[in-house]
């Protein structure tokens, strides 16, 4: 079964930023990206790469602000989050897919357990 492991979060002030970290194991995936979730508020896709092809997706808000990038040997995937706002606060969850559509408004099956991203001053 597929496992996978965030690391990377923390706490920093707006304009900062943060790289998060996402390792895959003990399974194949089609796409694997980042979705972000606040208490109370519904899960949304921040940024999605195909597997191994490298395709690209991203919810316009993060676009010119974040990058996602995957090593597929390491199968290891990462999201750099530069200019970090408050609205970006949130906890970060790594996901895949075994096949079907990358994109931040697919449906993925396979979660990690999170990593937590504050960003105030």
């Known amino acids: 079964q597929l496992h996978l492991t965030e690391s990377g979060g923390g706490s920093v002030q707006p304009g900062e930023s943060l790289r998060l970290s996402c390792a895959a194991s003990g399974g194949t995936y089609r796409c694997i990206g980042w979705f972000r979730q606040v208490p109370g508020k519904e899960r949304e896709g921040v940024a999605v790469?195909?597997?191994?092809?490298?395709?690209?997706d991203y919810r316009p808000s993060v676009q010119d602000r974040f990058t996602i990038s995957q090593d597929v040997r390491e199968r290891t995937v990462s999201l750099q989050m530069n200019n970090l706002k408050s609205e970006d606060t949130a906890t970060y969850y790594c996901a895949a897919r075994h096949s079907g559509t990358c994109s931040v408004s697919s449906d993925f099956t396979y979660w990690g357990q999170g990593t937590a991203v504050t960003v105030s001053s």
């Open positions: 790469i195909s597997h191994p092809f490298g395709t690209k």
